[in-house]
Each structure stands twice: as structure tokens, then as C-alpha cells.
């Protein structure tokens, strides 16, 4: 597609439920990521694919938060048994390679799907 | 790991006027990109500018990477420039992962 796609863009949970967040990065791009932004702060990241293969998940706060990429394109966030803390915008982004000092490092953001968890 | 601070946080501005915002950061960098986050959240490149200086319309960065600073200057500011500013970087010798600062909140009101 022209851009990165993401959904749902609102979702509400109960306490304790599992959500799945869905990106659909633009066509052709080898690196994706998760960022998590909570209110008034700046993105925080979770976790990096190039392709399929997820080359880190240093960010990801706790085992609740699982992501994958089975088929180096679509990825999806899914977090288990949802807390209040949970609550947060989370953003998809993907850019042509992964390579230093390369304009094609370039970020695509996507619109974010924003989580809340009464 | 490497710490990026931004400046100043908040902002206000009338139209017409202009401003530099600034990025520090705490270790080299092979990447270092602005975005402007618009109300509704939408996060959008400004520039890819490791190093040196680019231009584009009223707005211009540059990056001096052996002093570890960057900076966005934006001429004639505009109602629609209003949002917030992020500076990120991504550590020499990593892949492009981008670590974000706390961002500058510019309001430009007419």
C-alpha cells in the first residue's frame, strides 16, 4: 500500500482481556518496528523485525507483549491479559532496508492504534 | 544506552515569527531523523540528516554529529506547524532502531 497501515485504530479492554494490533507496512520494506507512546511523551521502542526474523525485542516490557512477522510482511502486536499500564498509543513503522547511513532508513509511521484498559 | 534530550519542551509562537529547536545527544550516531507529530497523532519525517544540512521550504535542520547536536529551524511559522517535534537517533555501529527525545510542543497561534 502508499502507507503503513494499522488496526484497530481505538480499542478498549477490559482488565485482564488479550488484544491483537495489526500492521500492514508498505509494500516492499524489509524493517518494521513497534513503538510504544504513552500521553505527552515520546515513542518508546519495543521491538524490531527485518523480514520475518525478529532481531530484537529489548523493548518489550513484560512476557504479556508477544509480537511476530511470520511472513515478512503483516505483523501483529498482541498483548495477553491486559493491565491499566498497557494503555498507550502504539505505532508501527517500516522502512526500505536496515542499513547505516542510507536516506532509505527513512521511517514510515502509521496512524497508531490506541489502546485503553479500563 | 544513548540518551537524547531536547529543547526547549514547550513552546509558543505567533505567526510569522521564527525558531530553532535543538537535539542533544550522548554517544555517535549513524542516524538521526526529525518528525512533527500533528494533533492527531500522526507522526510524519521531516528529515533524514545524520550529518550536515538540508532545506526544505521554511523548514531547515543541521546536524553536527562530532559536537552531537542537531537542529530544526522553522521560518514564518504557521497555525498549521503547531504539534509536537521528536528528534531521534539510532547508535553507530546498530541497525536504523530510533530512539526517541521527549519531543518540543510548539503552539503558533494567528
Known amino acids: 500500500g502508499a502507507g503503513v497501515s494499522q488496526s484497530p485504530r481505538y480499542k478498549v479492554a477490559k482488565r485482564g482481556q488479550d488484544v491483537a494490533l495489526r500492521c500492514d507496512p508498505i509494500?516492499?520494506?524489509?524493517?518494521l518496528f513497534w513503538y510504544q507512546q504513552a500521553l505527552g511523551q515520546g515513542p518508546e521502542f519495543l521491538t524490531y523485525?527485518?523480514?520475518?526474523?525478529?532481531?530484537?525485542k529489548s523493548g518489550l516490557p513484560s512476557d504479556r507483549f508477544f509480537a511476530e512477522r511470520p511472513e515478512g510482511s503483516v505483523s501483529t502486536l498482541k498483548i495477553q491479559r491486559t493491565q491499566q499500564e498497557d494503555s498507550a498509543v502504539y505505532l508501527c513503522?517500516?522502512?526500505?532496508?536496515?542499513?547505516?547511513?542510507?536516506?532509505?532508513?527513512?521511517?514510515?509511521f502509521g496512524a497508531g492504534s490506541r489502546l485503553t484498559v479500563l | 544506552g544513548i540518551q537524547v534530550e531536547q529543547s526547549p519542551p514547550d513552546l509558543i509562537l505567533q505567526e510569522g515569527a521564527n525558531s530553532t529547536l535543538r537535539c542533544n545527544f550522548s554517544d555517535s550516531v549513524n542516524n538521526l531523523q526529525w518528525f512533527h507529530q500533528n494533533p492527531w497523532g500522526q507522526l510524519i519525517n521531516l528529515f533524514y540528516?545524520?550529518?550536515g544540512t538540508k532545506q526544505n521550504g521554511r523548514l531547515s535542520a543541521t546536524t553536527v554529529a562530532t559536537e552531537r547536536y542537531s537542529l530544526l529551524y522553522i521560518s514564518s511559522s504557521q497555525t498549521t506547524d503547531s504539534g509536537v517535534y521528536f528528534c531521534?537517533?539510532?547508535?553507530?555501529?546498530?541497525?536504523?532502531?530510533?530512539?526517541f527525545g521527549a519531543g518540543t510542543r510548539l503552539a503558533v497561534h494567528p
Open positions: 513503522a517500516s522502512s526500505l532496508t536496515s542499513g547505516p547511513y542510507s536516506g532509505a532508513n527513512v521511517l514510515t
Open positions: 531521534a537517533v539510532g547508535e553507530a555501529g546498530g541497525y536504523n532502531k530510533l530512539i
Open positions: 509494500s516492499g520494506h524489509v524493517s
Open positions: 523485525f527485518q523480514n520475518e526474523a525478529q532481531l530484537d
Open positions: 540528516i545524520p550529518s
